[in-house]
């Protein structure tokens, strides 16, 4: 029996909108006001990921060439703060807690991209 995939984008959008809300939990200086909220930045943290993420993954290209790819973590960061600083109701610390951020919807995104297969 054939097993039903999920799009690449899917898999974006459902991990930002279920790893965002868990994020306090995990990461100190992350936090939000109710569970609407958190919910609501992460569908929106998934729209920045599948809209402006990849076209600042061309413009830095070289940047992410001569770090081996690291960079993509400072700029998944810098999305994740500047989500904190536009968004009410959800608050990022400091640029560190964002890193930390971004390494933990890595590894949710990378785990349900192995489970995708």
């Not at 799009?7 to 974006?12: E, F, G, M, N, R």
């Not at 830095?60 to 993509?72: R, V």
Request: aromatic share 12%; with cysteine.
């Amino acid at each position: 029996m054939r097993r039903a995939r999920l799009s690449h984008w899917s898999v974006t959008f459902l991990c930002c909108l279920l790893a965002v809300p868990t994020l306090p939990k995990l990461v100190g200086g992350i936090s939000y006001d109710s569970l609407y909220l958190g919910v609501a930045a992460g569908a929106a943290l998934g729209i920045v990921y599948l809209l402006v993420r990849p076209v600042l993954r061309i413009l830095t290209l070289p940047i992410g060439c001569l770090t081996l790819g690291l960079f993509g973590y400072g700029l998944d960061a810098a999305m994740i703060y500047a989500l904190g600083e536009y968004l009410p109701g959800f608050h990022v610390a400091s640029l560190g807690s964002a890193l930390l951020a971004a390494v933990f919807l890595s590894a949710v995104q990378m785990i349900a991209y192995a489970f995708n297969r």
